[in-house]
């Protein structure tokens, strides 16, 4: 099971850390990433992180976001973080975080087995 939090509504420029706690005791196992869905579009990827122990927990991000968002993982709290800087109201979506198998997922939303129940960020210009 996976729950995010941390979401909210937040001035342009601002800041927000958003948490996906992860229940179960194999989290270290799985390559983590999130995903955001803005009202009328796809779902599209933001970030993931490999499992620490065989990738060194290598990230990847979509282009247009990397330098503004990161993502890390804290496998003793069995908790996946994405930071958000400079937030624009383009940001505004709701922010999913997703669990694979896969050590070191892609960019692919099929390449994730399970799924939360997602966090709404509201960016205000």
């Known amino acids: 099971q996976l729950v995010e939090s941390g979401g909210g509504l937040v001035q342009a420029g601002g800041s927000l850390r958003l948490s996906c706690a992860a229940s179960?005791?194999?989290?270290?196992?799985?390559?983590m990433g999130w995903f955001r869905q803005a009202p009328g579009k796809e779902r599209e990827f933001v970030a993931s992180?490999?499992?620490?122990?065989?990738?060194?927990?290598?990230?990847n991000y979509a282009g247009s976001l990397k330098g503004r968002f990161a993502i890390s993982r804290d496998n003793a709290k069995n908790t996946v973080y994405l930071q958000m800087n400079s937030l624009k109201p383009e940001d505004t979506a709701v922010y999913y975080c997703?669990?694979?198998?896969?050590?070191?997922?892609?960019?692919?939303?099929?390449?994730?087995?399970?799924w939360g129940q997602g966090t709404q960020v509201t960016v205000s210009s």
């Open positions: 997703a669990a694979s198998v896969r050590s070191a997922p892609s960019t692919s939303l099929g390449e994730y087995d399970y």
């Open positions: 179960g005791r194999t989290f270290s196992m799985y390559g």
């Open positions: 992180i490999a499992k620490i122990t065989l990738s060194g927990g290598r990230t």
